[in-house]
């Protein structure tokens, strides 16, 4: 309400004043046609038909509503401003609620799965060194079995090396060699093992 | 009575079996000889070189005939009493050189002893005596046998010297 409209105001109810107090001192002064206080009462009734006419009365029903207007326009403001407020504090308060459980939930997403890498790494661990120890294991094995079977090899070699030279000289030479040419070997193996014939022929038929 | 000395030309019993057998034809042609009638002919029978020599070496008379006897008696203990080896060649034993190791046998060994000889080409070289209780392999796979570290040794060097 700007300050003209005040002064409207105050000039308005000042005049009623004013006109209530001449009309009041006049009834007071005159001849008492009718009683006092009917006259007094029709005095108000008239002034008050004259002060608070149409016009005036239009003009503060078009008053009020201007002012009931601003009000609500203003409360519409101030409304505005406090959903405004209100909705920014809902969405810092969501955001940081949602951030919040978000970020509780990451983290219980992060130990789960470092818990899940944790089990993961020990059970790749426990799978490796289990490995481990059939890779060597078997490497033992392959070794050992390896070994035996150079060592059975070449035992059998050995033991059968005497032979296959046998008979290959058998094989390459055959009858070529006459016993003649043996005697001296022959005659040496036996002079070589004449004492042992001698103590045989000794002791006799066993 | 002094030994009968065995010719090189007796190796085994079967030669003393075989002289044997020439004796008693020897008797038989005797016998024979006194029922014939005297001036008809006969032929004596052809004794063996071998029958021959052991006469010879045993001065034996084999016209007379309790030396025929003796020598057969003699012949009959040799084959129940000396010594009978048997020997093993890789090849064929030609007769000289099976006389070689005869007359060793006879003059290391025993002066009666016999042979009998085997034929096994597996020992490549070499022999193989089976006296009354032995075993006695002088063969070159024996030799082999005996050999084997050496020869395991040469071809250990020829491997790791590849």
Same mark, same amino acid.
Not at chain 2, 58 to 71: C, G, H, S
Not at chain 2, 99 to 105: A, N, Y
Not at chain 2, 143 to 148: E, K
């Given at each position: 309400?700007?300050?003209?409209?005040?002064?409207?105001?105050?000039?308005?109810?000042?005049?009623?004043?004013?006109?209530?107090?001449?009309?009041?001192?006049?009834?007071?002064?005159?001849?008492?046609?009718?009683?006092?206080?009917?006259?007094?009462?029709?005095?108000?009734?008239?002034?008050?038909?004259?002060?608070?006419?149409?016009?005036?009365?239009?003009?503060?029903?078009?008053?009020?509503?201007?002012?009931?207007?601003?009000?609500?326009?203003?409360?519409?403001?101030?409304?505005?401003?406090?959903?405004?407020?209100?909705?920014?504090?809902?969405?810092?308060?969501?955001?940081?609620? /949602?951030?919040?459980?978000? &970020?509780?939930? %990451?983290?219980?997403? =992060?130990?789960?799965? #470092?818990?899940?890498?944790? $089990?993961?790494?020990?059970?790749?661990?426990?799978?490796?060194?289990?490995?481990?120890?059939?890779?060597?294991?078997?490497?033992?094995?392959?070794?050992?079995?390896?070994?035996?079977?150079?060592?059975?090899?070449?035992?059998?070699?050995?033991?059968?090396?005497?032979?296959?030279?046998?008979?290959?000289?058998?094989?390459?030479?055959?009858?070529? /060699?006459?016993?003649?040419? &043996?005697?001296? %070997?022959?005659?040496? =193996?036996?002079?070589? #093992?004449?004492?042992?014939? $001698?103590?045989?022929?000794?002791?006799?038929?066993? | 009575?002094?030994?009968?000395?065995?010719?090189?030309?007796?190796?085994?019993?079967?030669?003393?079996?075989?002289?044997?057998?020439?004796?008693?034809?020897?008797?038989?042609?005797?016998?024979?000889?006194?029922?014939?009638?005297?001036?008809?002919?006969?032929?004596?029978?052809?004794?063996?070189?071998?029958?021959?020599?052991?006469?010879?070496?045993?001065?034996?008379?084999?016209?007379?005939?309790?030396?025929?006897?003796?020598?057969?008696?003699?012949?009959?203990?040799?084959?129940?009493?000396?010594?009978?080896?048997?020997?093993?060649?890789?090849?064929?034993?030609?007769?000289?050189?099976?006389?070689?190791?005869?007359?060793?046998?006879?003059?290391?060994?025993?002066?009666?002893?016999?042979?009998?000889?085997?034929?096994?080409?597996?020992?490549?070289?070499?022999?193989?005596?089976?006296?009354?209780?032995?075993?006695?392999?002088?063969?070159?796979?024996?030799?082999?046998?005996?050999?084997?570290?050496?020869?395991?040794?040469?071809?250990?060097?020829?491997?790791?010297?590849?």
């Amino acid at each position: 309400m700007n300050t003209g409209g005040l002064i409207l105001i105050v000039g308005s109810l000042a005049a009623a004043a004013a006109a209530f107090i001449w009309l009041a001192f006049k009834i007071q002064n005159g001849p008492p046609a009718k009683g006092r206080k009917e006259l007094i009462a029709d005095a108000a009734a008239e002034d008050v038909e004259h002060i608070f006419n149409d016009d005036f009365r239009e003009e503060l029903r078009n008053r009020g509503r201007l002012h009931f207007e601003k009000v609500i326009n203003d409360n519409a403001v101030f409304l505005q401003q406090d959903l405004r407020n209100t909705t920014t504090q809902l969405n810092e308060y969501m955001r940081s609620e /949602i951030t919040r459980t978000l &970020q509780e939930e %990451f983290k219980k997403y =992060e130990q789960s799965i #470092n818990d899940a890498k944790q $089990l993961a790494m020990e059970s790749i661990q426990k799978t490796v060194a289990t490995i481990e120890q059939q890779r060597q294991f078997l490497e033992q094995q392959i070794k050992a079995q390896s070994t035996a079977q150079e060592e059975r090899i070449v035992a059998r070699f050995e033991a059968e090396m005497a032979g296959i030279f046998n008979h290959y000289i058998v094989k390459a030479i055959g009858n070529q /060699i006459d016993l003649s040419d &043996q005697l001296d %070997f022959i005659l040496g =193996e036996l002079e070589a #093992n004449k004492q042992a014939i $001698l103590e045989d022929i000794k002791h006799g038929a066993s | 009575m002094a030994p009968l000395k065995l010719t090189p030309d007796i190796v085994s019993q079967a030669d003393l079996t075989r002289l044997n057998r020439e004796l008693d034809s020897l008797d038989d042609f005797f016998v024979s000889a006194k029922a014939r009638p005297a001036g008809s002919p006969i032929a004596p029978p052809k004794l063996s070189r071998a029958l021959e020599a052991l006469a010879k070496e045993n001065a034996v008379n084999l016209l007379d005939e309790k030396n025929r006897q003796t020598l057969a008696d003699q012949l009959a203990a040799v084959y129940k009493e000396a010594p009978n080896f048997h020997i093993s060649f890789a090849v064929e034993a030609s007769p000289k050189s099976l006389e070689r190791i005869l007359v060793w046998m006879r003059q290391s060994v025993h002066p009666q002893l016999l042979l009998q000889v085997g034929l096994q080409p597996t020992i490549a070289a070499g022999c193989v005596l089976r006296t009354t209780n032995k075993v006695f392999d002088m063969s070159l796979r024996a030799r082999l046998n005996s050999q084997t570290e050496y020869l395991a040794a040469l071809i250990k060097e020829s491997v790791d010297g590849r």
